[in-house]
Nanobody, 114 residues
Framework: QVQLVESGGGLVQPGGSLRLSCAASGSAFSRYVMQWHRQAPGKQRELVAT??????IYADSVKGRFTISRDNAKNTVYLQMSNLKPEDTAVYYC?????????WGQGTQVTVSS
């Protein structure tokens, strides 16, 4: 069993930056594929970024602006978001997967507005 707790969301002006964190409980954190997803009001949840071992993958909409990273010693995955746009407004969720197991955090709200 893995519990995920996101933090770092908030209100930011367009062009600003935020860093989201997702702290995981349990063991074998380094073996999990970690992802950030987001869901805007009235829209489907979408995959934003994935980190697995040394590989990272990004949605086209955030490439060059967002960076996913992880610190296995701290059981934490991060999402550094820069040059934020109003369309980045959403609830951001952390997800951990390994084989058939999948866990989600409760989400953190990010609002980009002037």
């Amino acid at each position: 069993q893995v519990q995920l707790v996101e933090s770092g969301g908030g209100l930011v002006q367009p062009g600003g930056s935020l860093r989201l964190s997702c702290a995981a409980s349990g063991s074998a954190f380094s073996r999990y594929v970690m992802q950030w997803h987001r869901q805007a009001p009235g829209k489907q949840r979408e995959l934003v970024a994935t980190i697995s071992g040394g590989f990272t993958i990004y949605a086209d909409s955030v490439k060059g602006r967002f960076t996913i990273s992880r610190d296995n010693a701290k059981n934490t995955v991060y999402l550094q978001m820069s040059n934020l746009k109003p369309e980045d407004t959403a609830v951001y969720y952390c997800r951990a997967t390994m084989d058939l197991l999948s866990y989600w955090g409760q989400g953190t709200q990010v609002t980009v507005s002037s």
